[in-house]
Structure formats: structure tokens, C-alpha cells
């Protein structure tokens, strides 16, 4: 019954986005460039400078899962569908001031059990902030309060988490100068929204607090690349890792460097990590590659990339030593949408083909083998915990998962995508009672 009503639900709204797109395409071909744009920049006075543009979105994803990382987790099998609803006003008060508001739910009308406060939030501010503009002659700097989302860089540590229904939010203030699309600097102190199943009952998580300046900068006599500087800090009432529970307060410091020259693009990024864990030193570490190469001017204009990363586990459990590295608040999925674990104690290789068979289609085909960066260390779910029974043992094989992802953009408004993974996992995990299992999503976004 339940595979039934995905279908069907999936039909109708493919069916409702086909719909929207042909009248997208027949406003966009005639004398109206774009059929949302009344919603944009509606004056509020006389002289327009109080006025406000309207936003919103509608997302529609039926989703798959059996036995989810390597059947580990629960529920063993799943079939959902999720629906994602925003709405947005962004008032623009004279040339300096800004106010922007966002509501929004998150329902799960299929779901086996109860869905997880990311997959099920009937109604909530999603964000909800105040901004001052000062034009400086060096740059404009900007004072941001309120519920927001952020991002930073490739999204490794800081992200908005877009697959599940309720994307991640913090509340606090954030400060920002910027002198060109290219220098960028941004300082913040603020704590994360904790997502709740009810009507406007989401808050501040009071047992962490995180802050940091994070820097955009281009380098000198070399045009194609751009380096990002950072410091984080994380401060954790409840940090559970292999080695335990306890208070955590930790220091990231990282870099990355980023850019494209002709065909070539790179993302190469690591970060250090130091503080403390209860009684115990941290001492972590992450490096990360992002390499690809487009072969323009052939059918099909091929990508070919490699994705790597090296992300430090705890060599001894037991010793005055913390050494996994903690992630924050990554992009999840973080290597597919099947999100089997977590970038924690991780050694991953990921080569990659995407090819474009049509205009605005994009396929990438994916294999990714795994391993446990240190042996003493447990393999880590997606929310960044040790999952029982992978830790020590012998051997460092996780897994491999084989994934593919077709997106279809017809319209700027209009975005269809689909996904299929599928893992199977290596003798360590084998051990725990981990078996092989797939994963597969269909979605359909409208934003305006």
C-alpha cells in the first residue's frame, strides 16, 4: 500500500510540475520574462524605497530505504514521502535596512514509525532576522540578528543540510564585510535550531554554542585561485564519540583552496582540530580533494573527477587523547543521498563521470570504497555517532556504494532529480551484523 501511494503521490506532482513548467515556458517566450517576477520588489511607499519580494517552495520526494547504513539503523525498511513547504517575505526598509522572514513545514505523510524532527515539523520559523548595511569606503559591512541559515565554502562543516524536509538553522548574530565578490569576511557566534514535531515550538540547542570567522579571499598574481582561512569554535554540553560521552569544546583552524583554469577544477581543503573532551587533549585532523576534468566541445560534455578524503579516527580508546574528527555541521548526505555515515574516522577515494545527454540534464555516475581511518576507532552514522559493535576488530574496510544521480532543470523555477545507491559492506562491518541494502529518491522542487 505504502509503495502505491509514493508512486501514485509522485505521478500527480511530476505530473503538476510538468504542468507549471509548460506555462513557465510560455510565459518566458512571451512579453513576461518571468511569472514570478510580480512577486518581486512590490513597493510598500510612495517613493519605493520600503518594499518587499515574496518567495517560496515546494518540494515533493518519495524515498526508498532498505536497511539503511549497511542495517545498522532503524527502521530496516522504509518507504516515505516527504514534503517540503516555505514561504518568504524579504522587506527591503530604505537602502540600509532589511528584514527577512521565513515559515515553513516539513511533513512526512508516509513514514515506517515516527519520522525524526528533520523529516517532520508541522509549522515553524524557519528564519527570521534583522539586517544593517553600513557602505564603508573600503566595503560595505553588514550586522545580521536572528534565526539564519549559513554556509560556508564547500559545505564540509558549515551547511543548511537540504535533503531532509527541515533544513538546518542557528540563531544568533553574524557580521560580515565584503569589498568585492571575492573578498569576503564573516565572524558569528550563534547556537543551533533544534527542530520539534510541533507548531512553532522549535529553539536554540542550550548545550551548544558555536562561533567563528571565516575568510574569502583571492591570491595575489594567481587569478584562478581563491583560499578560504577559517576558525571555528564548538562548545558541547553532550559530545558522544567511541571513547565516550563528555563535555567537548573544540578548535577547528582550516584552509582551502579552490578554483577552475580552462577545463580543470579543484577544491582542496583541510582543517586541524584542538581542544578538549572531558579530561582528554583533542588532536584531529581533515584533508579533502575535489579534482575534475570537462571535456568541452564533445558530445556529451564529460566530467571526469576524483573525490578523496583522509579524516582521522582515535588510535586508543582508553588514553588521555581525543583524535576523531568532529564535523559539525556538514552537508548531509555528505557522499551520497543515501547518507551511510558520517566524515569521521574515514578514508574515502570517489571517482566520478557526469555527463550532460541534454540541455539542462545532468547524470553522475559514482563508486565509492571505504575504510576506517584508524582500526581502534567505530565507524560513524550520519548524526556524527559511533554506531554500536564497529569498533576495534581487525581490519579497516567499511564498505563501497555505487550511486547515480540524474537532475533535470527545465526552467529556473523547476528542478526534477532522481537518485540510486547501492552498498555493500566489508568484512569489519560485516561483523557488527551490517548488510548490503540500496537506496533510491525521486524529487520534484518549484521555488519562485
Known amino acids: ?62 524515498e526508498l530505504s532498505d536497511r539503511p547504513v549497511f542495517g545498522l539503523a532503524k527502521p530496516e525498511h522504509n518507504e516515505a514521502v516527504l514534503i517540503r513547504s516555505l514561504l518568504s517575505a524579504d522587506f527591503s526598509l530604505g537602502p540600509y535596512l532589511r528584514s527577512f522572514v521565513e ?48 554556509s560556508f565554502g564547500s559545505s564540509r562543516l558549515v551547511s543548511v543540510r537540504d535533503s531532509p524536509n527541515i533544513r538546518r538553522a542557528f540563531d544568533g548574530v553574524r557580521v560580515a564585510w565584503a569589498n568585492s565578490p571575492d573578498i569576503r569576511i564573516d565572524a558569528f557566534f550563534v547556537r543551533p535550531v533544534l527542530p520539534q514535531h510541533g507548531v512553532f515550538d522549535d529553539k536554540s540547542d542550550p548545550g551548544q554554542a558555536f562561533w567563528g570567522v571565516y575568510a574569502t579571499v583571492p591570491l595575489p598574481h594567481l587569478s584562478p585561485l581563491k583560499a578560504d582561512y577559517y576558525y571555528l569554535g564548538l562548545d558541547r554540553a553532550d559530545a558522544t564519540f567511541a571513547q565516550g560521552t563528555s563535555a567537548e569544546r573544540r578548535q577547528t583552524l582550516g584552509m582551502r583552496l579552490f578554483g577552475k583554469a580552462n577545463n580543470l577544477d579543484w577544491n582542496v581543503e583541510a582543517a586541524y582540530q584542538f581542544g ?69 574516522n574515514l578514508i574515502d577515494v570517489q571517482p566520478n563521470l557526469t555527463v550532460t545527454p541534454a540541455k539542462n540534464i545532468t547524470l553522475t555516475i559514482g563508486w565509492n ?5 584508524s582500526e581502534a576507532d567505530a565507524f560513524y552514522g550520519p548524526a556524527i555517532t559511533p554506531v554500536a559493535g564497529t569498533a576495534g576488530g581487525a581490519g579497516r574496510y567499511v564498505g563501497q556504494q555505487v550511486s547515480t544521480t540524474l537532475i533535470w532543470k527545465p526552467t529556473r523555477h523547476l528542478t526534477f532529480g532522481g537518485t540510486y545507491v547501492n552498498y555493500t559492506p566489508g568484512e569489519r562491518i560485516q561483523h557488527a551484523g551490517g548488510t548490503s541494502g540500496s537506496f533510491a529518491a525521486a524529487w520534484a522542487t518549484i521555488s519562485f
Open 1 to 62: 500500500m505504502a509503495r502505491r501511494t509514493c508512486a501514485v503521490v509522485a505521478f500527480c506532482w511530476l505530473s503538476l510540475a510538468g504542468m507549471a513548467a509548460a506555462q513557465d515556458n510560455i510565459s518566458t517566450n512571451s512579453s513576461e520574462v518571468d511569472p514570478f517576477g510580480s512577486l518581486k520588489s512590490i513597493p510598500l511607499s510612495s517613493d519605493g524605497s520600503v518594499k518587499v519580494s515574496l518567495g517560496g517552495q515546494l518540494r515533493i520526494r518519495p
Open 103 to 150: 515559515v515553513g513545514s516539513g511533513q512526512a505523510p508516509i513514514w515506517n514509525g515516527v519520522p525524526p524532527a528533520t523529516q517532520l515539523d508541522r509549522f515553524d520559523l524557519m528564519q527570521g532576522f534583522g539586517e544593517l548595511t553600513l557602505p564603508q569606503e573600503l566595503g560595505a559591512l553588514t550586522f545580521r540578528a536572528g534565526r539564519q541559515e549559513m
Open 276 to 344: 578538549r573532551f572531558g579530561n582528554a587533549n583533542i588532536r584531529a585532523w581533515s584533508v579533502s580533494v575535489e579534482l575534475g576534468y570537462t571535456f568541452e566541445g564533445v558530445p556529451l560534455s564529460p566530467r571526469i573527477g576524483l573525490n578523496a578524503d583522509a579524516i582521522s579516527g582515535d588510535r586508543n580508546l582508553r588514553d588521555t587523547t581525543l583524535q576523531t574528527f568532529n564535523p559539525m555541521f556538514p552537508r548531509l548526505p555528505y557522499f551520497s543521498e543515501a547518507n551511510l555515515f558520517a566524515p569521521a
Open 369 to 373: 570504497p571505504l575504510w576506517k581511518e
